[in-house]
């Protein structure tokens, strides 16, 4: 068959059929040739778009569209070569794929007509960028207005802070005054007073004693943000090791058993961070006092793919219902006959965490301990805030809070 094909015996060019007449003859090869160059250029800029943008999903589709297309120039160039040449099988044998390239370039268009369809028109991308730009200006606004308004919550707290600092500094000394002459009446002049006026006199010393405690812990909570921060690596294990021996010298502590998992460390401000383990170990001294088999744990967790410093007890634990006090100053879920404190100790671990930008939470029941997880961020990593643990309570007045459930007390902290 393909022998027959390039048999020209017997056949004669076109151009016999036209009779040479050069007013048909020429103007068909010149325009046959034309078309030709045509559909080749047609098909170099569809492969060199294809090439380029390689994430185009219709790119079998154009492949074929480009084949058909140069199959269609190759058509008119034999329509050019047969009127000279009678080699019609050429002709054939090009007519032929260009048939088959035009039927798959068909089959591969149709699906492609919904999607054609959906693409937007100029005018709807025109609609959609001045959409954007305007968006794109109102949140530059708005991130200008943040910006403001952060700013000045910046200067309130600072001022705020100062004035708690001058406010707690000058109650110092009339305090102290007052329970010096107090203390003073007791010892000189204790033995000549009745019960009912000594019990007057005691209960003055002990309420100047906690508002002096009150006092203590505003100086604390004032000068958090105070200092800036000077963050190095901090051995935790060998941190909570001191302190539970500065515990057990104490008497708080001395009948838990204590498991403190090596090789923990945190990156952050040494003494900020001694602030926080002292706070939670001793708050977790505190209350196991009265467990029986008490049991305290220092160990490494996982939350949200970050390593947490997970301080465990199995003590009087808390009422998730009353969480939202956890971290506000001065709140407090257990009675002061049960448990001794005045509420500032976790609201300063919780400054202290969000000051480095980590997070910190709580989980227990009471009866059955408490567990606080800290995270502090590694160098080079942003403070998350996103996992449900770590939201700020927006009811804390202490600027920056978690629902966790424990005790607030100051424990110790100067």
């Known amino acids: 068959m393909l022998d027959g094909l390039f048999d020209t015996t017997g056949l004669e060019p076109h151009g016999i059929c036209l009779l040479w007449r050069g007013d048909i003859f020429w103007p068909l090869a010149a325009s046959d040739g034309l078309i030709a160059i045509a559909y080749f250029s047609i098909s170099i800029v569809i ?15 154009a492949w ?9 120039g190759m058509s008119h160039l034999t329509d050019v070569w047969t009127l000279w040449v009678p080699q019609y099988g050429i002709e054939v044998i090009v007519k032929a794929l260009t048939a088959a390239a035009s039927l798959a370039t068909a089959v591969l268009l149709w699906p492609l007509l919904p999607k054609a369809l959906a693409l937007p028109s100029a005018a709807q991308l ?6 954007l730009s305007r968006e794109i200006a109102e949140r530059r606004v708005a991130e200008a207005s943040l910006r403001e308004v952060e700013r000045q919550l910046r200067a309130a707290n600072a001022e705020m802070e ?3 600092y001058a406010v707690s500094h000058d109650l110092s ?46 100086l604390v909570l004032s000068r958090i943000n105070r200092a800036p921060l000077q963050a190095e690596r901090i ?28 090789g923990l460390s ?21 209350y196991t006092s009265g467990t029986e088999g008490a049991t305290i744990r220092v160990s490494a967790g996982w939350e949200n793919g970050h390593q947490t410093i997970c301080i465990a007890d199995n003590g009087a634990g808390f009422d998730m219902a009353h969480a939202t006090k956890l971290f506000q ?21 919780s400054r202290i965490v969000h000051r480095h930008g980590g997070t910190i939470a709580a989980e227990g029941a009471v009866g059955r301990g408490a567990t606080f997880r800290l995270w502090l961020p590694e160098p080079g990593e942003t403070g998350e805030g996103g996992d449900d643990h770590a939201d700020v309570d927006a009811n804390d007045p202490a600027g920056g809070g978690h629902p966790s459930g424990r005790n607030a007390d100051l424990a110790g902290t100067s």
Not at 49 to 59: G, H, L, P, S, T
Not at 64 to 72: D, E, K, P, Q
Not at 189 to 197: C, K, T
Request: glycine share 10%.
């Open 47 to 61: 492969v060199a778009y294809v090439i380029r943008r390689r994430d185009e999903y219709f790119r079998s589709t």
């Open 64 to 72: 074929s569209f480009a084949l058909f297309i140069v199959l269609c």
């Open 126 to 131: 025109a609609q959609a960028n001045e959409a």
């Open 162 to 164: 100062s004035f708690a």
């Open 173 to 218: 000394t009339p305090l102290r005054a007052m329970t010096g002459f107090s203390t003073a009446l007791i010892e000189d002049f204790g033995d000549q007073l009745d019960g009912e006026a000594r019990g007057y006199l005691d209960a003055i010393v002990e309420g100047g004693r906690h508002m002096g405690e009150l006092i203590q812990g505003l």
């Open 235 to 262: 051995d935790v294990s060998r941190l909570a090791t001191q302190i539970r021996a500065e515990l057990a010298a104490g008497g708080a502590g001395r009948d838990a058993a204590w498991d403190i998992e090596p």
């Open 266 to 286: 945190v990156h952050g401000d040494p003494r900020l961070v001694e602030t926080v383990i002292r706070n939670l170990l001793e708050n977790a001294a505190k």
């Open 329 to 349: 100053p001065f709140q407090r879920v257990h009675r002061q006959d049960e448990f001794p404190g005045i509420g500032i100790g976790l609201s300063t671990v």
